[in-house]
């Protein structure tokens, strides 16, 4: 994940707990605190006012951050209270935040960084087919569309790759895309006006990857139209 979209994602997220977080999205998100308090304190005859305005600003996101970093290490948010243990609670905090993410589904959702458990590999030495995503409801009912290096993007604009007919009820312009980060499937919400939902009614916040798998199934809108991730 890169800076500038690590710092995007936790202010979109702003009061989010729920979920997981890479390591990047946390550390990036810490490193721009960092440099915002630098330039804070550059300008020392507005520090006194700018400091306080701006702690409270980023108080909520930077604690749902954390809490999402520590469910991608399968612990609960509740750990973030071992901080106040003198000197050893900080340190152990440290540690669990530098973890890598557990590739592991757990309770908080798939991991951002291995969704389904981890990369797609060969099994007993065949080749892995090339991930797709299959209409299985709507106007485009039946048709396979497979995803690029660049990724596939579902909408009614003429640069989707998978294009909807412009009357097509609750489709945005630019709706949703799939992309394949990494040999691992993430769905994102472009901002669509009525939503990109799991098929577990999950409704997935915008702007956000979130990794799907083979055979997981998602709608958009009210669910007129719906598509299911393949191998072709």
Same mark, same amino acid.
């Given at each position: 994940?890169?800076?500038?979209? @690590?710092?995007? +994602?936790?202010?979109?997220?702003?009061?989010?707990?729920?979920?997981?977080?890479?390591?990047?999205?946390?550390?990036?998100?810490?490193?721009?605190?960092?440099?915002?308090?630098?330039?804070?304190?550059?300008?020392?005859? /507005?520090?006194?006012?700018?400091?306080?305005?701006?702690?409270?600003?980023?108080?909520?996101?930077?604690? @749902?951050? @954390?809490?999402?970093?520590?469910?991608?290490?399968?612990?609960?948010?509740?750990?973030?209270?071992?901080?106040?243990?003198?000197?050893?609670?900080?340190?152990?905090?440290?540690?669990?935040?530098?973890?890598?993410?557990?590739?592991?589904?757990?309770?908080?959702?798939?991991?951002?960084?291995?969704?389904?458990?981890?990369?797609?590999?060969?099994?007993?030495?065949?080749?892995?087919?090339?991930?797709?995503?299959?209409?299985?409801?709507?106007? /485009?009912?039946?048709?396979?569309?497979?995803?690029?290096?660049?990724?596939?993007?579902?909408?009614?604009?003429?640069?989707?790759?998978?294009?909807?007919?412009?009357?097509?009820?609750?489709?945005? @312009?630019?709706?949703?895309?799939?992309? +394949?980060?990494?040999?691992?499937?993430?769905?994102?919400?472009?901002?669509?006006?009525?939503?990109?939902?799991?098929?577990?009614?999950?409704? /997935?916040?915008?702007?956000?990857?979130?990794?799907?798998?083979?055979?997981?199934?998602?709608?958009?809108?009210?669910?007129?139209?719906?598509?299911?991730?393949?191998?072709?």
């Amino acid at each position: 994940m890169s800076f500038w979209g @690590a710092v995007t +994602n936790v202010f979109r997220n702003y009061a989010n707990f729920s979920g997981r977080a890479r390591r990047s999205e946390f550390w990036f998100f810490y490193l721009f605190n960092v440099l915002v308090w630098i330039g804070i304190m550059i300008i020392w005859p /507005l520090a006194i006012l700018l400091g306080p305005v701006y702690s409270l600003a980023v108080l909520i996101p930077g604690i @749902a951050v @954390a809490v999402r970093r520590l469910h991608d290490t399968n612990r609960s948010g509740v750990y973030l209270l071992v901080s106040f243990v003198p000197l050893v609670g900080f340190i152990l905090l440290i540690i669990w935040l530098t973890e890598d993410s557990n590739p592991a589904p757990n309770a908080y959702g798939y991991s951002v960084k291995y969704p389904g458990g981890g990369p797609i590999k060969p099994v007993g030495g065949s080749r892995v087919g090339t991930l797709g995503v299959k209409c299985i409801a709507g106007p /485009l009912q039946g048709h396979i569309y497979p995803i690029s290096s660049s990724g596939v993007m579902i909408g009614r604009d003429i640069s989707c790759a998978i294009r909807l007919p412009e009357n097509s009820p609750g489709i945005s @312009a630019r709706h949703c895309s799939v992309q +394949n980060v990494n040999g691992s499937p993430v769905i994102t919400d472009l901002g669509s006006t009525y939503g990109t939902f799991l098929s577990d009614g999950r409704k /997935l916040p915008p702007q956000y990857p979130h990794p799907v798998y083979v055979g997981m199934r998602f709608y958009l809108g009210s669910g007129y139209v719906q598509f299911e991730l393949v191998t072709i």
